[in-house]
């Protein structure tokens, strides 16, 4: 053997020892496309990036925006395995201008001489400045380099304008407990990267509290399972066995009691929505902070605050749906664990705010219609546009604006039905409202 191949074999099998001595997140990166978990929304059958993959045809540069541990580098990283096209990658911590320019250099002369384009990742894209993004952007524009771009932060706001413009964003979400479940297991049963070919065994309530503290990061929940598994010492019998006691150590966080799917579910969210109309801020924040602790969907918690700003603050404080409007969209913008400052925001606002619940007077007009049927538009408030001339419709309405104070005395409701459900309260803007009202039923 010679010493170049003895080089070679040796080189070789120091990678592999290093492989080997990998964090477990590491070793568990998934491959390919079928070994990829998560993000459905862009990469389920039949979407365009898992096309684009898929055939090896990507001609735009593409953003993976998202928090950490969804998958964005990873992706890349199997698109890597897949293409035929050279692939670079960066750290925009640490590379700069001066690593750029060899690459595209070295990019240039490949086209050239090999027809082969390069797929450049440049993880971190955010940390480089405007000067470096610039400097980037000419290859781009003429295809010499199609860029991968990963960022946990806001690309709208880290990215320049015309590198944004000549790229796709696509937002990765947090991984679901599910998601996560499946990565551990896939983690404990692997034989070569993982521990299947250990005697280990872990309950399914310390799994479960894994996943769940993971907050959507895979990372998280594989290193704490990997600390779990390596500082947990082998039984009589050889086995490993992680309870929930060794889980919670490993997150250095106690599991709440909550079951999503049974009554802690159910009570927990009783006990938040009563407490929000109770306008007890410390109850609802209370409630708050067990389901966010438990791993309760943040999405389900935000639902129920907007049906509570209709349902029981409603015309009290016509504000409260808007303010609870736009945290929903901050959640779906920030996500978890930032998004938790939006969901106690709506949740403050609403358990201060004045209560009325007379929004539900809609439900008593639904009532009352399923009850006797829906009477007969009267005919002067029908459409006179279509046939108002032979058949009168229209004919005899008043137009309030053309009343003093924009009111005038008509009959709006079918013949034969009273109305009488909608009874403002005397809370916040709605005394107001009240009052208006009642000034008008005086003029009649």
């Not at 955010?126 to 980037?136: I, V």
């Not at 199609?146 to 000549?166: D, K």
């Not at 409260?320 to 978890?336: D, P, Q």
């Amino acid at each position: 053997m010679g010493e170049a191949e003895a080089m070679d074999l040796f080189t070789s099998a120091r990678k592999e020892d290093i492989a080997r001595g990998a964090p477990l997140a590491a070793r568990m990166r998934p491959r390919t496309l079928e070994e990829f978990v998560g993000q459905g929304h862009i990469l389920g059958k039949g979407k365009l990036l898992r096309r684009a993959v898929e055939s090896d045809r990507l001609f735009s540069s593409l953003i993976f925006w998202g928090p950490p541990g969804t998958g964005k580098t990873t992706l890349a990283m199997v698109i890597a395995n897949r293409t035929e096209s050279h692939f670079e990658t960066l750290s925009a911590v640490l590379a700069g201008v001066e690593d750029l320019r060899r690459i595209v250099r070295e990019a240039q002369e490949r086209r050239v001489l090999q027809g082969k384009r390069t797929i450049l990742l440049v993880d971190e894209i955010h940390r480089w400045n405007k000067a470096q993004q610039d400097a980037l952007l000419p290859y781009v524009e003429d295809g010499t380099i199609v860029l991968i771009g990963v960022t946990t932060e806001n690309p709208y706001f880290e990215v320049i304008s015309p590198l944004l413009s000549r790229a796709r964003v696509f937002q990765f979400r947090p991984l679901t407990e599910e998601d996560i479940l499946t990565l551990l297991r896939r983690a404990l049963s692997d034989p070569e990267r993982g521990y299947g070919d250990r005697k280990v065994e872990v309950s399914e309530e310390a799994l479960r509290h894994l996943a769940r503290t993971a907050e959507g990061d895979a990372r998280v929940a594989l290193n704490a399972l990997e600390l779990a598994v390596e500082s947990t010492p082998p039984g009589p019998d050889g086995t490993i066995r992680i309870d929930l006691d060794v889980a919670q150590e490993s997150v250095q966080r106690r599991a709440v009691r909550y079951d999503k799917a049974g009554d802690e579910h159910y009570d927990t969210i009783s006990a938040f929505i009563k407490s929000v109309r109770g306008s007890d801020p410390d109850a609802a924040l209370y409630w708050l902070a067990k389901m966010i602790k438990a791993g309760e969907d943040p999405r389900f918690i935000m639902r129920r605050l907007l049906i509570l700003a209709s349902e029981d603050v409603g015309l009290a404080d016509p504000n409260a749906i808007c303010v609870v409007a736009a945290c929903a969209r901050a959640l779906e913008w920030v996500g978890l664990p930032e998004a938790q400052y939006h969901l106690a925001q709506a949740t403050l606002y609403l358990a201060t705010a004045p209560k009325s619940d007379s929004v539900g007077a809609y439900f008593k007009v639904l009532g009352e219609i399923e009850k006797k049927g829906a009477g007969e538009v009267p005919d002067h408030l029908k459409d006179s546009h279509r046939d108002g001339r032979t058949s009168g419709h229209g004919r005899g309405y008043k137009n309030p604006h053309d009343y003093p104070g924009h009111w005038v005395e008509q009959r709006y409701l079918p013949e034969g039905v009273e109305g009488g459900w909608y009874r403002p309260s005397d809370q916040g803007y709605e005394r107001e409202i009240r009052r208006r009202l009642e000034e008008l039923r005086r003029r009649r």
